[in-house]
């Protein structure tokens, strides 16, 4: 068991208040990445790059002591993070924003199944019942939006992948946070993105020179606005179980569509919408049972 069980109720609410503004925060990304016309990889080397500044100026304005030890833990999960972002803002080049968060909403049924398995939660088995019906409702949301030409089977692909990747960064940043804090953990597995990215940017010739003109405004609003919905969301790990932060996700689903209608005009269709309604509908059934809260380091 990674964690232990204690009740915080002050710092639990205030998880929970994080994790649902870093969502909103969050959820901005992919439709700012879609407007961009800067190359994927070097945009998201950049996003990185400007955003660990900013984790930097909190670090040093917190009178931290530099601490191999955060370091050191922070390394895995940066790689995954960087990997997974890679996936995941290559698929919505792909495919369309909202069937990239519809297949992103399955990730609490696997959390569903680590917190069973590593966080000794013990859902009821009527939740797994529950869970399978999600599956009809991402399908049927996923199907539709082919049909209207705005999606790609290999970008459906990758934002499947780019979910596991995901889940497994939440998984290991839940364990890195019972042992440091938010802020140098974000510091240093951002600075460890940076590796897998900048890889990538130079193995499809996209190259690492800055941005220009006005290539900055979408590097400087995903660096501050989504960066800080990840400091937020690590934040909240540390004070609240990995199956409500499974939950609060799934306000992802909703939100992220809006943005894109607003900034992309990719409109949701009606079949959409109720497949979207089915999915949001059943994994709240899936993930919404108490849990004892657990608690990690600030």
Known sequence: MFMKNNLIPNKAFLGRVS????????ALAPSIIKLSEMEIFRLIFWRL????FF??????????????????????????????LILFFS????????NAMVIGSLQPIIF??????????????????????SLAGTALTIQTGREEGVTSLSGDVLAFFGMLLFCLYFVISKKARTEIDSVPYQLWLTIFALLPVAIAALSFGEGLSPPTGE??????????????????????HGHVSLVLMGLINLLAVAIVP????WLLEEKP????????????????????RPTRQLTGIG
């Open 49 to 52: 790059l400007v955003a660990s």
């Open 91 to 98: 698929s919505i080049r792909e495919t369309s924003v909202l």
């Open 269 to 288: 269709g009606l079949v959409q919408l109720i497949g979207i309604g089915i999915v949001i509908g059943t994994l709240a059934m899936v993930v919404s």
């Open 215 to 236: 290539e900055w405004l979408p590097v400087l609003i995903i660096s501050l606005i989504p960066g800080t919905g990840h400091l937020l969301q690590n934040f909240a």
């Open 55 to 84: 984790y930097l100026n909190l670090y040093i304005f917190s009178r931290r002591k530099f601490s191999f030890k955060e370091i050191r833990i922070s390394l895995v999960g940066g790689l995954v993070f960087g990997f997974q």
């Open 258 to 261: 809006l943005y894109a209608w």
């Open 112 to 133: 569903l199944f680590i917190a069973t398995r590593f966080f000794n939660e013990r859902p009821s088995r009527s939740i797994y019942y529950w869970s399978f019906l």
């Open 19 to 26: 994790s649902v503004i870093a969502i909103t925060l969050m």
